[in-house]
């Protein structure tokens, strides 16, 4: 059976910011693609990259050199003009961030809010609309959605402040969702409610989904495939099965080492991996992990001076490839 066309199709993506200290690029030569109904986690350390590349894909970026393809449904969106992509920001692809708050007005009411964007995109009536944003909040899992509807963000709960995101980025349908970081202020049970909540809208909806997060948890969770991203580029790219049975990519290990486990003692310390993240600035002409790597720490002379002076490229399996000089896909050898 031929695989179906990727709805989203990330190719050679590169965002370069300019600053005063000299070019910064952000997001590296990366590739991907996300399918209708499917999850596409992208995970990654604060500063890989993650919400430069889930902008670009918005097209949000007009300070920035953006170089590489991104096609929508076969349509290219890098070079669109403004009014083009405003067609397809927020109806098309829709999106979620971390902090609900920064997105919502404090001076209107929610439903006014999710209103108001079905108007823009659909042209609606202001009645038919308001009817929509009930609909909605009621679909999202809001109790009394139309009372609520006439209450401002402040008195939502920072659950229901994200629900009522969700209600507003899906009131025009998209075919796209991207989550920034979607549970990572809130708590445990309402994060479980919350990727429930958006799983289920997946499954009736057909949608396909972009889920960046830091928590490896999360994307086991929800995540069909899994981009693993490092200094701006892709580190390692699988099928989350593949990914946590055999993780390639020492900092993929690394990442999955420090998940908290099941008997793992309460007060035990987190395990972080130790070393900080690359400079953009000033990017080293090898592999940007290997001052952290403990996989080249142990190799012999031969292989640690390429890991220091030769870029690893993707490679390995087409369904698994890892940028990685020694690779480790039985997953315990490092
Ligand atoms: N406008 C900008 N100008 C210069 N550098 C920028 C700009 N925006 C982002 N960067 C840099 O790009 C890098 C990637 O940032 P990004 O926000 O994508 O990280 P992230 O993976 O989303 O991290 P986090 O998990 O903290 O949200 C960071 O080093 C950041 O400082
Ligand atoms: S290329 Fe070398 S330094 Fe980089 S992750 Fe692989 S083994 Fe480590
Ligand atoms: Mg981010």
């Known amino acids: 059976m031929a695989t179906p ?4 199709s ?4 590169s965002v370069t910011f300019p600053t005063p200290r000299g070019p910064v690029r952000a997001v590296d030569s990366l590739s991907f693609d996300v399918h209708r109904g499917r999850t596409l986690g992208i995970v990654g350390e604060s500063g890989s990259g993650k919400s430069v590349t889930s902008m670009a894909v918005l097209g949000l970026h007009t300070g920035a050199e953006v170089t590489g393809s991104i096609t929508l449904d076969g349509q290219e969106l890098v070079g669109l003009p403004e009014r ?22 404090p001076y209107y009411t929610v439903g006014e809010q999710i209103a108001e964007h079905h108007r823009v995109h659909f042209d609606s009536r202001r009645a038919q609309a308001h ?5 909605m909040l009621a679909e999202v899992g809001i109790p009394e959605p139309a009372r609520r509807a006439g209450e ?7 659950g229901m402040r994200q629900r009522a995101m969700i209600a507003m980025a899906l009131a025009c349908e998209p075919e796209l969702l991207i989550a920034d970081e979607p549970t ?3 708590d445990v049970t309402v994060q479980a409610q919350i990727l429930e909540l958006l799983a289920r809208l997946q499954q009736e909806r057909g949608l396909a989904v972009v889920m960046i997060t830091h928590d490896l948890g999360v994307v086991a969770r929800v995540a069909h495939e899994v981009l693993v991203m490092y200094g701006g580029r892709a ?32 007060d035990a310390p987190l395990r972080a991996i130790p070393g900080s993240p690359p400079s953009l600035l000033d990017p080293t002409p090898g592999c940007a992990f290997a001052p952290r790597c403990p996989r080249a720490a142990s190799a012999s002379a031969e292989v640690r001076l390429r890991c220091s002076n030769e870029r690893p490229l ?20 490092s």
């Open 184 to 186: 990572t202020a809130l």
């Open 10 to 13: 990330v190719r050679e993506l």
């Open 84 to 105: 083009a992509l405003n067609r397809v920001r927020g109806r098309r692809i829709a999106m979620i961030f971390q902090d609900p708050l920064s997105s919502l007005h």
């Open 314 to 333: 993707l490679g390995g399996p087409s369904g698994h490839p890892v940028a990685c000089h020694l690779p480790a896909y039985e997953g315990v050898t």
């Open 5 to 8: 066309e990727p709805l989203l």
């Open 235 to 266: 580190a390692e790219q699988a099928p989350v099965d593949d990914l946590f049975a055999t993780p390639a990519h020492p900092y993929t290990r690394g990442l999955l080492d420090s998940l908290p486990r099941l008997d793992d003692d309460d």
């Open 131 to 135: 009817r929509r944003a009930v609909e």
């Open 152 to 158: 401002y963000p402040h008195q939502f709960s920072g």
